[in-house]
């Protein structure tokens, strides 16, 4: 089978979409399909262009699978004015570019105007391919959740969001909450949803000793270390953060808060927290040190906006609940990320936008080494048993597979099946 991947982030981008669709390329061609991946520039989480790669268009061959690159706008902030204007760019890109031949092509969402632009240009042809989306995160919550648009616009969003699912063959979604809203909000039938959750992209490992991999990383042997990893964005809300190290200031300094990563809201944390002492910013780590950084730290932290409880699932849970470390979230009760770290058994909850709980919460658990290590064993048995890339590459293969026939089917008996779609 011939199977295309469209999306915005691709390697070498290490943290958010980017690892799952590069999992999916690599997993799939090793099976023996024919995978090509159609993608933009790597910029993310710096949002910024990596200065590695140059020119307008790049082909190139990425760990076996042929990736096709085209550059587009890159915003130095994430209005939504921007965020369409970037996709809006590479959209653009995609569709006056040949397209590899292809039975299925899948388009990764988050980047909903640039799907919605290669639909109809496919939608277009006499002869198409399957057309399935895979979503990682729900726009039309995302803007709700985080305050970015309100009234009609965020109802523009839905609808749009709502006509290019249900115009897909086949949706993907990584969640089944994000079913329960793709089916009763969006209208999407049921019969075109399919739940297939991320895996942990990281290759399997036992955990390290955490002296050892805090002498890795020059961290003191003593402190109470609480780490953030992953990108600094609007709904991750890690003002919180900057604060519960304020608190920790203010009592003595019991708990060090490091941010690790990258994102667009990283500058505006860095000077909001410019007096704090418990509070350390550390840029994004290659893969061994960023292993290191996950094992050294007391706690791992998953911090959202109080209002954020349907958009997404953090993709840190994946490489958090196999690390050796029990997860501290900040996030609202009966969100998903609360769900999610309920199933795997590997944290605590406290209320999101609350930094003297999360001061409190990181503190017992560092005074309870016992408990906090059956969370994180708890964690690490959860992705073993879940979490496997094995076992998302043959529900993936399923879908693609389901997809395929269905479009087939429907095209064999379609009036004037030969003359149109």
Same mark, same amino acid.
């Given at each position: 089978?011939?199977?295309?991947?469209?999306?915005?982030?691709?390697?070498?981008?290490?943290?958010?979409?980017?690892?799952?669709?590069?999992?999916?390329?690599?997993?799939?061609?090793?099976?023996?399909?024919?995978?090509?991946?159609?993608?933009?520039?790597?910029?993310?989480?710096?949002?910024?262009?990596?200065?590695?790669?140059?020119?307008?268009?790049?082909?190139?061959?990425?760990?076996?699978?042929?990736?096709?690159?085209?550059?587009?706008?890159?915003?130095?902030?994430?209005?939504?004015?921007?965020?369409?204007?970037?996709?809006?760019?590479?959209?653009?890109?995609?569709?006056?570019?040949?397209?590899?031949?292809?039975?299925?092509?899948?388009?990764?969402?988050?980047?909903?105007?640039?799907?919605?632009?290669?639909?109809?240009?496919?939608?277009?042809?006499?002869?198409?391919?399957?057309?399935?989306?895979?979503?990682?995160?729900?726009?039309?919550?995302?803007?709700?959740?985080?305050?970015?648009?309100?009234?009609?616009?965020?109802?523009?969003?839905? !609808?749009?969001?709502?006509?290019?699912?249900?115009?897909?063959?086949?949706?993907?979604?990584?969640?089944?909450?994000?079913?329960?809203?793709?089916?009763?909000?969006?209208?999407?039938?049921?019969?075109?949803?399919?739940?297939?959750?991320?895996?942990?992209?990281?290759?399997?490992?036992?955990?390290?000793?955490?002296?050892?991999?805090?002498?890795?990383?020059?961290?003191?042997?003593?402190?109470?270390?609480?780490?953030?990893?992953?990108?600094?964005?609007?709904?991750?809300?890690?003002? !919180?953060?900057?604060?519960?190290?304020?608190?920790?200031?203010?009592?003595?300094?019991?708990?060090?808060?490091?941010?690790?990563?990258?994102? !667009?809201?990283?500058?505006?944390?860095?000077?909001?927290?410019?007096?704090?002492?418990?509070?350390?910013?550390?840029?994004?780590?290659?893969?061994?040190?960023?292993?290191?950084?996950?094992?050294?730290?007391?706690?791992?932290?998953?911090?959202?906006?109080?209002?954020?409880?349907?958009?997404?699932?953090?993709?840190?849970?994946?490489?958090?609940?196999?690390?050796?470390?029990?997860?501290?979230?900040?996030?609202?009760?009966?969100?998903?990320?609360?769900?999610?770290?309920?199933?795997?058994?590997?944290?605590?909850?406290?209320?999101?936008?609350?930094?003297?709980?999360?001061?409190?919460?990181?503190?017992?658990?560092?005074?309870?080494?016992?408990?906090?290590?059956?969370?994180?064993?708890?964690?690490?048995?959860?992705?073993?048993?879940?979490?496997?890339?094995?076992?998302?590459?043959?529900?993936?293969?399923?879908?693609?597979?389901?997809?395929?026939?269905?479009?087939?089917?429907?095209?064999?008996?379609?009036? !004037?099946?030969?003359?149109?779609?």
């Amino acid at each position: 089978m011939r199977v295309t991947l469209i999306g915005l982030n691709y390697k070498p981008e290490v943290t958010g979409i980017a690892p799952y669709t590069a999992d999916a390329a690599e997993g799939l061609t090793e099976r023996g399909y024919d995978v090509h991946v159609v993608t933009g520039f790597p910029h993310y989480p710096q949002w910024i262009a990596d200065p590695r790669y140059a020119g307008s268009t790049i082909t190139e061959v990425v760990d076996g699978v042929p990736v096709v690159r085209h550059r587009h706008y890159v915003p130095d902030s994430m209005t939504v004015t921007q965020r369409t204007h970037l996709e809006m760019s590479f959209g653009s890109k995609v569709v006056r570019s040949h397209l590899p031949s292809a039975d299925v092509v899948v388009c990764v969402s988050p980047a909903l105007v640039s799907t919605g632009l290669i639909f109809a240009r496919l939608k277009a042809q006499l002869i198409r391919p399957a057309l399935g989306v895979w979503v990682q995160d729900l726009y039309s919550r995302g803007v709700i959740e985080t305050g970015t648009l309100h009234g009609p616009s965020a109802t523009a969003t839905s !609808n749009l969001e709502s006509g290019i699912l249900r115009a897909a063959d086949g949706v993907a979604v990584i969640h089944r909450r994000f079913a329960g809203h793709a089916i009763d909000h969006l209208g999407v039938a049921e019969h075109k949803v399919s739940i297939i959750p991320n895996w942990t992209h990281m290759p399997a490992a036992p955990p390290m000793d955490r002296d050892h991999a805090r002498d890795l990383l020059g961290w003191s042997r003593t402190d109470v270390i609480a780490l953030h990893a992953g990108n600094m964005g609007l709904k991750q809300g890690l003002e !919180n953060v900057v604060d519960a190290a304020r608190e920790s200031d203010r009592l003595g300094g019991p708990v060090k808060f490091v941010l690790m990563g990258d994102g !667009n809201q990283r500058e505006h944390l860095e000077d909001r927290g410019k007096d704090v002492r418990s509070l350390t910013f550390v840029r994004s780590l290659p893969e061994k040190e960023f292993r290191a950084a996950l094992a050294a730290a007391d706690v791992l932290l998953v911090n959202e906006l109080p209002e954020v409880a349907e958009m997404s699932v953090p993709s840190k849970l994946t490489s958090y609940f196999g690390s050796g470390s029990p997860v501290v979230a900040a996030t609202a009760a009966g969100s998903v990320t609360d769900q999610e770290i309920r199933a795997a058994g590997a944290g605590i909850r406290v209320d999101p936008a609350q930094p003297a709980a999360l001061v409190r919460a990181v503190a017992e658990l560092a005074a309870h080494p016992e408990y906090a290590d059956t969370l994180a064993q708890s964690g690490f048995e959860y992705v073993r048993r879940s979490m496997s890339r094995e076992v998302a590459i043959d529900r993936l293969e399923t879908w693609l597979q389901q997809l395929s026939r269905a479009h087939r089917n429907r095209f064999r008996t379609a009036p !004037n099946a030969g003359l149109g779609v």
